[in-house]
């Protein structure tokens, strides 16, 4: 027959089995769970990947629009044109000669 005493001893057995698997349960979560630490070191570190990508291209596209704008007939030296044209392209007129 089961004594009071060991059924006291069962109850606060199973009462700490509970409570360890309900701090397991919750500990795993907030380690590795839908919003735990590793998921959040995830986040943080494609965000700073994602933010240098965007300055890069940011920086890309402010040397575009300045090549762009320098393009525009405001800005642009139609001379200084020709002979960038000229030297990248390698092409001369019939009555110029190429000093080496």
Known sequence: M????FQRRLVDVGFAI???G?????G???VQGQSGLFV???VETETKRLA???DALSAERAELENLTKRLS???LDLDLLDERARDVLGYLRPDEV???
């Open 2 to 5: 089961i004594t009071p005493a």
């Open 18 to 20: 509970l409570i360890a």
């Open 22 to 26: 309900a701090l397991f349960h919750f």
């Open 28 to 30: 795993h979560s907030a």
């Open 40 to 42: 959040n070191l995830a």
């Open 52 to 54: 240098s990508q965007r």
């Open 73 to 75: 007939t405001n800005y």
């Open 98 to 100: 190429v000093l080496p």
